[in-house]
């Protein structure tokens, strides 16, 4: 293993050292519960927005606090879920009477976490908690047999859109009905070309020969549904776009936001490279693409690959997407 | 058998687990996401360091601390499941003396947490697969006239054949469900913990 780290057992906490030195304008971090809190939260008459997981996928969720997106996020142990003590005290802290909605990723450890904070925190303060579970990868067969599809790149998209509704003022049950909206309007697919190492394992989770890619991964290192021979970059986006296009029904005409997600381990180069194949691809399906993200934004550590997200979207949907943000891993129009 | 039995099992408990971490991190590499082991080593340290620090009137009020210390220590699935065992293992065993027939109904109202929160079916790859033979076995010996060693012993030997039997499966739950057909041929790490944390008990608690 070859990271700048200190001792593998400090890694979050000294990250979140940093994260707080380098934005003391925006946030603060109550380092005892490891939460990251937007600077003037909780904000009256606002719906408190909060979301959470493991860390290693940087800047989520962390990096997504501030105007527009987040209130507050909670960092778990490399790729572990926060414990329900953080997401409680995050909770209350945010309230400031008009509720407060969870954003999860659908993981069994996210979902149970988030489940009993949510009854604590309505036990102990009476805090009105509502949930959305994100749930975009096609990757994964969903059944009544599985723990469902993982909560993937659209998590990213929510944040914003959702984010910037909140912002508005509106009620938590609309808040939490506009989440379920984009999520159900989302779909996702990633692949790898090299794996990651979580510092407390120390070694690489899974080991991928030169000439082969990994198709169908998640954000933890954890392995894919096959294992291919490395491809041209060209077949590759139509290997992730297919399942994509296939999945929700997007047909001709309709437009959607295209986010090109970076692992970690991958340059803009490569990423702006494989965008320009999806817009191609796009294009030849008759889908608009209103709105566009290429960048490195729910990451897995240092993995090499790429995940694409599309969300269908209508004029309400892209305005709240254009609204001001203002966190340190996404900022415009403030 | 008291409240000094039961910290001992916690304590040797921790010991097996973080000897294990690597090994629990290894099978979780192959169909999860490499934290197993460490997460129940981080886990299992809280609960000694509380250990240390408390005295403990009853066996519940050990139990409930050291399961409370878990959902709020260890995140991930594993946090919550174990912890739910062991807040619904103490609650059981308050007021009541500790015999092999009261540990067994402990141990079925801790599974029972387990199944509340994680919602897993037999043969779905889960620590379950170890829990559900587990149980049987235990209240079998116990019906032989077992005392709570022996039963606890049968349990720990049936959770390692529910955790040999979880290695052809295809997950259906958690991070390795996630694979699909790929997570067959590799042993659950779940299963493999619970089979660790039986054959502790029938070692220290005899």
Request: hydrophobic share 45%.
């Amino acid at each position: 293993m070859k990271k700048l780290i200190n001792d593998p057992a400090d890694v979050v906490s000294e990250a979140l050292l940093g994260m707080e030195a380098a934005h003391p304008d925006r946030l603060r971090v109550d380092h005892e519960n490891r939460i990251v809190y937007r600077k003037e939260a909780p904000r009256s008459g606002k719906v408190g927005l909060i979301s959470g997981g493991g860390a290693g996928h940087e800047p989520m969720h962390g990096g997504f606090v501030g105007l527009g997106m987040l209130d507050a996020a909670c960092a778990g142990e490399v790729f572990t879920s926060p414990v329900p003590d953080q997401m409680m005290a995050a909770t209350k802290a945010v309230d400031a009477g008009a509720g407060v909605l969870h954003i999860v990723k659908n993981y069994t450890g996210d979902v149970m976490n988030f489940e009993m904070a949510a009854e604590l925190a309505a036990a102990d303060a009476g805090t009105e908690v509502l949930s959305v579970v994100t749930d975009d990868d096609v990757a994964v067969q969903d059944s009544l047999y599985t723990a469902g599809r993982r909560g993937v790149g659209v998590t990213v998209l929510l944040e914003k859109i959702v984010g910037a509704a909140a912002e508005e003022g509106r009620p938590l049950q609309e808040v939490a009905d506009l989440a379920k909206r984009v999520n159900d309007n989302g779909r996702s697919m990633g692949m790898a070309l090299t794996s990651c190492t979580v510092p407390a394992a120390g070694k690489p989770t899974f080991e991928l020969a030169e000439n082969e890619m990994e198709v169908g991964i998640g954000i933890h290192g954890e392995p894919g549904r096959h294992r291919l021979p490395l491809a041209p970059a060209k077949e590759i986006a139509a290997m992730l776009l297919d399942p994509v296009l296939g999945d929700l029904p997007y047909s001709k005409g309709d437009s959607v936001i295209a986010f090109m997600n970076g692992m970690g381990g991958t340059p803009l180069i490569e990423l702006y490279l494989m965008y320009n194949e999806v817009a191609q691809l796009l294009d030849r399906a008759g889908i608009t693409v209103a709105r566009s993200l290429v960048g490195n934004y729910i990451t897995s550590l240092e993995m090499a690959g790429c995940s694409i997200t599309l969300l269908k979207v209508d004029d309400e949907l892209v305005r709240l997407w254009d609204a001001p943000v203002n966190t340190p891993g996404l900022r415009w129009g403030a | 058998m008291g409240v000094d039995d039961f910290a001992n099992w916690l304590r040797d408990l921790a010991k097996t687990l973080h000897e294990n971490a690597a090994y629990l991190t290894e099978l979780d590499s192959a169909i999860g996401d490499a934290d197993h082991g460490s997460n129940m080593d981080r886990g299992f340290t809280a609960v000694v360091a509380v250990l240390d620090e408390s005295s403990f009137e009853s066996v519940d009020e050990l139990l409930k601390k050291a399961g409370m210390t878990l959902v709020s220590k260890v995140g991930g699935a594993s946090g919550p499941l174990y912890g739910t065992f062991f807040l619904r293992f103490g609650t059981a065993l308050a007021g009541v003396e500790v015999t092999p027939a009261s540990v067994g109904e402990a141990l079925k109202a801790g599974v029972g947490g387990i199944l509340a929160r994680g919602k897993a079916e037999l043969g779905d790859k889960t620590m379950y697969d170890a829990w559900a033979p587990a149980l049987e076995a235990y209240d079998a010996a116990v019906a032989g006239g077992s005392d709570l060693a022996g039963a606890l012993g049968a349990a720990a030997e049936a959770a390692a054949k529910g955790r040999d039997a979880t290695t052809p499966l295809v997950a259906r739950k958690g991070r390795a469900s996630y694979l699909g057909e790929r997570s067959a041929g590799h042993q659950d790490p779940g299963a493999t913990s619970t089979t660790l944390l039986l054959e502790s008990a029938a070692r220290t608690l005899a």
